[in-house]
């Protein structure tokens, strides 16, 4: 639960955040599904220098140390741009 708190206070706290969607792993295996995860968030940044800029936002910096750091065996990021 914190971790999704976590999340959603960066889409309300964070500017740059354009929007900021979390969930849990539905569970249904397929061929192409990857469900090894037990959670995963989608952060949408209007260009690079708003991702940088929401990197160093303190909201981020203290969810990081306190909330993802201490309660994530793993952490994935996949970063790509929009087309």
């Known amino acids: 639960r914190k971790v999704i708190d976590a999340v959603h206070d960066f889409g309300r706290l964070i500017p740059e955040v354009e929007s900021a969607a979390v969930g849990m792993s539905d569970g249904l295996n397929g061929p192409y599904s990857d469900t090894s995860y037990d959670l995963c968030f ?7 220098a708003a991702r940088q800029r929401y990197n160093d936002h303190p909201v981020h910096q203290r969810a990081a140390k306190e909330v993802f750091l ?9 970063r790509f741009i929009g087309q």
């Open 42 to 48: 989608v952060l949408t940044f209007a260009d690079e």
């Open 70 to 78: 201490p309660l994530s065996e793993k952490l994935l990021f996949y």
